[in-house]
């Protein structure tokens, strides 16, 4: 039998013993299997930002400041009250104006985000000005988009920025020992250098904002580059253009129409097209309206 181990001493038959192995138990096959599915299942199920959270763990949540995902977690599930109008959201709104001077670029950039989600908080109009001189420009940019929700048009220096190619700067000295190549598209966060130090150490760059590198090449592999030196220029993406023009619907003025015309060669998309038509509409009649 295929299951039997047959051992023998070379003698006769009478020698010949018979052993029944024993067949490997299927129980650990199982335990395994099922890891590979429960363990990633559990990962993104903790993890996902659209899971609802109580009011315990909102709070709980919000003040996690060593682990920013959970803070991010909360303030979404926040600003989907907030579009709710479920007034048990405003318990909350301390703790959002405290996330947008969190230290993690991506935890102020979402309570940027959220704070716009309810435009009759004055709490949280005072909270979004500040944001518009952050270091990051993705934090400076949901701060002038969410403003405009105020009638407030502060952001407006930034909103004309979302339309121009972003000049992106090396935040070191050092050998360039890696770049993406022209006409790639990156996205923030994303690597888009790599830079060696004096020391030999290698140091990743990436990407502020989204984008397309503009080309020709500003630098190459083996340059020499100083801090704060542009190494790449990044067109701005589809839904960067889209939000600027959207936004300078309610807040531009006519010395914006140049660049609101020019952002149809950025991204040469029908929608585009159709935003520029209806931003510009927007902007010659409230400037006719105003008599300017």
């Known amino acids: ?105 991506e935890v102020r950039k979402t309570a940027a985000w959220v704070m716009g989600q309810d435009n009759k908080s004055e709490e949280f109009h005072q909270a979004l000005l500040p944001l518009l001189k952050d270091d990051e420009p993705l934090v400076r940019r949901n701060a002038a988009l969410q403003l405009v929700r105020f009638g407030d048009a502060s952001g407006h220096p930034e909103l004309r920025a979302m339309l121009q190619p972003f000049a992106a700067q090396s935040p070191m000295s050092g050998t360039l020992v890696g770049l993406l190549p022209a006409g790639s598209n990156i996205r923030a966060g994303a690597m888009l250098a790599r830079i060696r130090d004096s020391a030999n150490e290698l140091y990743e760059f990436r990407s502020p904002v989204d984008g397309q590198i503009a080309g020709p090449a500003l630098v190459k592999e083996g340059d020499q580059i100083a801090k704060d030196q542009t190494v790449a220029k990044l067109i701005p993406d589809h839904a960067t253009i889209i939000d600027a023009l959207r936004a300078l619907a309610y807040v531009g003025t006519n010395d914006d129409l140049g660049l609101v015309d020019d952002s149809r060669h950025l991204d040469t998309s029908a929608d585009i097209a159709n935003q520029v038509l209806q931003t510009t509409d927007a902007i010659r009649s409230r400037a006719e309206a105003s008599g300017k």
Not at 18 to 44: D, E, G, H, Q, Y
Not at 61 to 70: A, G, I, K, T
Not at 84 to 101: E, L, M, N, R, T
């Open 1 to 105: 039998m295929a299951d039997d181990f047959i051992n023998s001493n070379g003698r006769d038959s009478d020698s010949i013993v018979v052993v029944r192995a024993k067949r490997p138990s299927n129980l650990w096959l199982i335990i395994v299997a099922a890891l590979f599915i429960v363990v990633p299942f559990l990962t993104w199920y903790l993890t996902w930002f659209g899971r609802g959270l109580s009011d315990e763990e909102l709070a709980t949540y919000l003040v996690e400041e060593q682990n920013p995902r959970h803070i991010q977690h909360a303030l979404l599930q926040i600003e989907a009250r907030i579009e709710k109008g479920d007034a048990s959201a405003k318990q909350f709104y301390p703790q959002i104006v405290s996330a947008s001077k969190s230290p993690v670029p």
